[in-house]
């Protein structure tokens, strides 16, 4: 019976020293914190058997696996955050992301609806919302979503490039040369604007000497692509 009883007393102390849910959550997300993603999981599953229906170990799970270019098993993971707790906007945001990284737009936008009526609030909805639409070619909503996000934060450079890609799919160039304006403003080293900057000047205003030199600032930053235009419209 001694012995017993001093088995039984290792056995106590063994589940008193077990982490609980709040402390793996902790450690979990420190590991986030400095990028160590399968660490991250590790502590995450440690937690998830203790209360497999965590919402928020489910869907930090999820993002972990994410940020590793799983994308493939972090969707499942953010399903089950969904039912977990179909309520908070974050395991609806995310999955929507993994599903743009998986191009399948519809879906994504689709996520991305259900996040924005959780909480409109959250400006990086509308931009991911935005920039899905703007793949699917559906450049008026797009445009509302990037035109949302600049109203709450004008000097954001990758807002007003993708709302000048839209301007540009409406065959709206001189809001398209606005935006673009813009986001060389706040990004000097957006290539892409420059390039696009120096193709809507040439193509839809005539401005040739305007033009070129967006052009050949596109292809000083590395955007090759500024290098035919150099060639065929810009040299004596």
């Known amino acids: ?18 982490p609980s849910e709040d402390e793996l959550m902790q450690k979990g997300l420190e590991n986030m914190d400095s990028q160590a993603w399968s660490d991250a999981v590790r502590i ?3 937690l998830l058997e203790k209360n497999p229906t965590n919402a928020t170990a489910l869907n930090a799970k999820g993002v972990a696996l994410f940020q590793q270019g799983k994308i493939q098993e972090a969707i499942p993971v953010f399903d089950q955050a ?3 707790d179909s309520t ?7 999955r929507g992301n993994a599903k743009m990284e998986l191009e399948k ?10 996040a924005s009526a959780l909480d409109a609030s959250q400006t990086d909805i509308f931009f991911n919302r935005g920039t899905a639409l703007l793949n699917m070619e559906e450049y008026e909503d797009a445009l509302l979503d990037f035109q949302a996000v600049l109203e709450s934060d004008p000097n954001q450079a990758d807002a007003h490039f993708r709302k000048a890609k839209a301007e540009l799919g409406l065959n709206d160039p001189l809001h398209g040369l606005e935006s673009l304006t813009n986001t060389v403003n706040l990004d000097p080293k957006n290539a892409e604007a420059y390039y696009l900057l120096g193709v809507t000047r040439m193509s839809a205003l005539g401005q040739k000497s ?3 030199a967006d052009l050949k600032m596109a292809l000083s930053l590395g ?14």
């Open 1 to 18: 019976m001694r012995k017993i009883w001093l088995i039984t007393l290792l056995f106590a102390g063994l589940f008193a020293c077990s």
């Open 44 to 46: 995450f599953d440690q």
């Open 82 to 84: 969904i039912t977990a």
């Open 88 to 94: 908070s906007y974050k395991p609806w945001f995310n």
């Open 105 to 114: 737009y519809k879906e994504a936008l689709a996520d991305f609806n259900i």
């Open 210 to 212: 305007e033009g070129c």
């Open 223 to 236: 955007y090759t692509q500024a290098e035919t235009w150099i060639k065929d419209f810009c040299e004596d």
